[in-house]
T-cell receptor
Framework: DTGVSQDPRHKITKRGQNVTFRCDPI?????LYWYRQTLGQGPEFLTY????????KSRLLSDRFSAERPKGSFSTLEIQRTEQGDSAMYLC??????????FGPGTRLTVT | AQRVTQPEKLLSVFKGAPVELKCNYS??????LFWYVQYSRQRLQLLLR??SRESIKGFTADLNKGETSFHLKKPFAQEEDSAMYYC????????????FGKGTLLTVNP
């Protein structure tokens, strides 16, 4: 399967712990997006990269969140000092410029 | 600010009946509109986008700028159409980020 992959698929953590998620986009895609989806809501934009440059961050992305895309390939999203409100599905998508965004399966985070 | 509204959380129809999933948007510029679908235990995938004017799996959607709507329609629903449908808007520019509605869960009964 050459689609977008995300790891892990599920993560349970205790409040206050740090977590890191990984996204591997489709290999030739230069754009990578992170979204967050909570129960009953559609996905909400968090941040996006064009190649290795992070070009926009949503106000949803507090100082506890950081994202990287070294070398313009895979990306990581780290949440420090997790809070119960961080519990959500974290989705990654990739695309070529203005074309269709392809989504990964998501990482479901549960903060206890 | 851009916003997408899907007024129906749930929609239930019988097989063979017409279906219309409503989507209204708020955006001052020229948006690009999409419908994404998520079947049970599958990832989110693009169903159609307004600029391509395609019919995918029998679904069509027309952008009505006067009414700021992008409703999704299918004349004869099939059981396999049961899924969560999300309307999304891209403001274009340079980042093409998507703003999604809350989604409508369509159930097609036999």
């Amino acid at each position: 399967d050459t689609g977008v992959s995300q790891d892990p698929r599920h993560k349970i953590t205790k409040r206050g712990q740090n977590v890191t998620f990984r996204c591997d986009p489709i290999s030739e895609h230069n754009r990578l997006y992170w979204y967050r989806q909570t129960l009953g809501q559609g996905p909400e934009f968090l941040t996006y990269f064009q190649n290795e440059a992070q070009l926009e961050k949503s106000r949803l992305l507090s100082d506890r969140f950081s994202a990287e895309r070294p070398k313009g390939s895979f990306s990581t999203l780290e949440i420090q000092r997790t809070e119960q409100g961080d519990s959500a599905m974290y989705l990654c998508a990739s695309s070529l410029a203005k074309y269709e965004q392809y989504f990964g399966p998501g990482t479901r985070l549960t903060v206890t | 600010a851009q916003r997408v509204t899907q007024p129906e959380k749930l929609l239930s129809v019988f097989k063979g009946a017409p279906v219309e999933l409503k989507c209204n948007y708020s955006y001052s510029g020229s948006p690009e509109l999409f419908w994404y679908v998520q079947y049970s235990r599958q990832r989110l995938q693009l169903l159609l986008r307004h600029i391509s004017r395609e019919s995918i799996k029998g679904f069509t959607a027309d952008l009505n700028k006067g009414e700021t709507s992008f409703h999704l329609k299918k004349p004869f629903a099939q059981e396999e159409d049961s899924a969560m449908y999300y309307c999304a808007l891209s403001s274009g520019g340079s980042n093409y980020k998507l703003t999604f509605g809350k989604g409508t869960l369509l159930t097609v009964n036999p």
